[in-house]
């Protein structure tokens, strides 16, 4: 359908919007509950529209962004506002080396979390654990990449972090993430917020760790000069 809009003081335009609901995904005619625009500059305004499903009731808005072209028609792109997700919690900016696809999908999990979507947000957070340890793990060992890409979590942990601190928290999250991915709940006192904590744990002491090899390396590298 088409919903004219004043763009400007002299410009008033049909702006293209969908039969259909974003919501309940049916083919409706949605109603106008408002609408207007907002000129950013010379020739340039960002349009919106509020609409509602005749059907299930909700509201949406649509954006327009309308730039003025040569014959005072204006061009219209529709917006889409997909809001980026930060993640909550401080990631050493060397886990996007380290770990790029272990940060996407904790941030997917994250996504899936604020969805309410907490069964799947559960097991993507085990996951994203596998990813940190076993990216970290080889890091630190790389002439076992092979062999780490393959074993259960739980034995990398248990082979390869000293670290005591690293560790503990890292197996915790294990017990915690094996529960999110199963049928049977063997810690029913705990659930996808211990998990989370204990995973900010274990990024918290993974941050700090590289810190400490990084320093490492510095004063071995001085040793030898
Ligand atoms: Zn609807």
Same mark, same amino acid.
Request: charge should be negative; glycine fraction near 6%.
């Given at each position: 359908m088409f919903v004219e809009i004043q763009i400007s003081n @002299?410009?008033?335009?049909?702006?293209? /919007?969908?039969?259909?609901?974003?919501?309940?995904?049916k083919p409706i005619i949605p109603d106008v509950v408002s609408k207007g625009s907002s000129e950013k500059s010379v020739g340039k305004? *960002?349009?919106f529209i509020t609409l509602q499903c005749p059907g299930c009731e909700h509201f949406w808005v649509e954006e327009f962004s309308a730039t003025l072209d040569g014959t005072n028609h204006y061009n219209l792109t529709h917006v889409e506002v997909k809001?980026? &997700?930060?993640? =909550?919690?401080?990631?050493?900016?060397?886990?996007?080396i380290i770990s790029p696809i %272990? $940060?996407?999908? @904790?941030?997917?999990?994250?996504?899936?979390? *604020?969805? $309410?979507?907490?069964? /799947?947000? %559960?097991? %993507? @957070?085990r996951k994203a654990l596998e990813f940190f340890v076993k990216d970290f793990v080889i890091l630190t060992n790389m002439d076992d990449k092979a062999k780490i890409e393959r074993m259960q979590l739980k034995q990398v942990i248990d082979t390869y972090i000293d670290d005591e601190e690293l560790k503990t928290v890292a197996l915790a999250s294990t017990y915690i993430g094996n529960d999110e991915g199963h049928y049977?709940?063997?810690?029913?006192?705990? =659930? /996808? !917020? =211990?998990?989370k904590n !204990? &995973?900010?744990?274990? /990024?918290? @002491?993974?941050?700090?760790k590289l810190t400490f090899l990084?320093?490492?390396e510095l004063v071995n590298r001085s040793k030898k000069s």
């Open positions: @002299y410009a008033r335009q049909d702006v293209v /919007i969908e039969n259909s609901c974003p919501n309940c995904r305004s *960002n349009i809001p980026e &997700l930060p993640s =909550d919690i401080p990631m050493p900016e060397d886990i996007d %272990g $940060k996407d999908i @904790y941030l997917q999990a994250l996504k899936a979390e *604020n969805e $309410k979507l907490n069964h /799947i947000a %559960g097991i %993507g @957070y049977f709940r063997k810690n029913p006192d705990k =659930d /996808i !917020y =211990d998990l !204990y &995973l900010h744990g274990f /990024i918290f @002491y993974l941050g700090k990084d320093a490492q």
